[in-house]
């Protein structure tokens, strides 16, 4: 129940195309799912996240989308940049006793051909 | 600068040593967590310590021991180093007072075991 499931693992786009990233949660409580990313040697930066009271949120040009019947949500990259690969990771937090604690996904490592 | 950082960002030592990673972030967040990347890029959380207090520990061995002497630092220190606690690993903090809030991640200590 704790775990979330991300797919693909990898995912080669060409420059101006759209990346999309796929997770699925068991955990009804999971009230808090933000992605992250992760450029080589560095450490998971936040690129976005998102709340189960809305279906959308959209910056720039990242954009989930969620599905709470289906537990499901997704990342749209839109307009794929070579400054875009890097590895993604999907996350969820919450539920009783919540401490803040990140589950996260097993990650996909996006590469965007120029 | 406000950030997390690690302490060393390479650790390369031999089976049976002990050693220490030291984490500190000027965020004024009031909870650290420490988390382990193995090969595969598989980010999984260990421990978290809120005020000083342990609030996760996760299944993690003995061997492991965390330490917090203060709000802004959280250090990690393995006992008897084995080969499979080769990985990443990472400090991360956050303020449990917005739930979610975004988790800074340190920039990552790699430690190999020979």
């Known amino acids: 129940q704790q775990q979330v499931k991300q797919s693909p693992q990898s995912l080669i786009v060409q420059k101006g195309g759209i990346s999309i990233i796929n997770c699925a949660y068991e955990?009804?409580?999971?009230?808090?799912f933000p992605w992250y990313q992760q450029f080589p040697g560095k450490g998971p930066a936040l690129l976005i996240a998102?709340?189960?009271?809305?279906s959308e949120k959209k910056e720039g040009r990242f954009t989930i989308s969620f599905n709470k019947s289906a537990k499901q949500f997704s990342l749209h990259i839109m307009d794929s940049q070579p400054g875009d690969s890097a590895t993604y990771f999907c996350?969820?937090?919450?539920?009783?006793?919540?401490?803040?604690?990140?589950?996260f996904g097993q990650g996909t490592t996006l590469q965007v051909k120029p | 600068d406000t950030a997390v950082s690690q302490t060393p960002k390479y650790l390369v030592t031999q089976m049976g040593n002990d050693k220490s990673i030291k984490c500190e972030q000027n965020?004024?967040?009031?909870?650290m967590y420490w988390y382990k990347q193995d090969s595969k890029k598989f980010l999984k959380i260990m421990f978290s310590y809120n005020n000083k207090e342990l609030i996760i520990n996760e299944t993690v061995p003995n061997r492991f021991s965390p330490k917090s002497p203060d709000k802004a630092h959280l250090n990690l220190h393995i006992n008897s180093l084995e080969l499979g606690d080769s990985a990443v690993y990472f400090c991360?903090?956050?303020?449990?007072?917005?739930?979610?809030?975004?988790?800074?991640f340190g920039p990552g200590t790699r430690l190999l075991v020979l």
């Open positions: 965020l004024g967040h009031d909870t």
């Open positions: 991360a903090s956050t303020s449990v007072r917005v739930l979610g809030e975004t988790q800074y």
């Open positions: 998102i709340r189960p009271d809305v």
């Open positions: 996350a969820a937090s919450g539920g009783s006793g919540n401490t803040g604690k990140l589950i």
């Open positions: 955990n009804t409580a999971f009230d808090y």
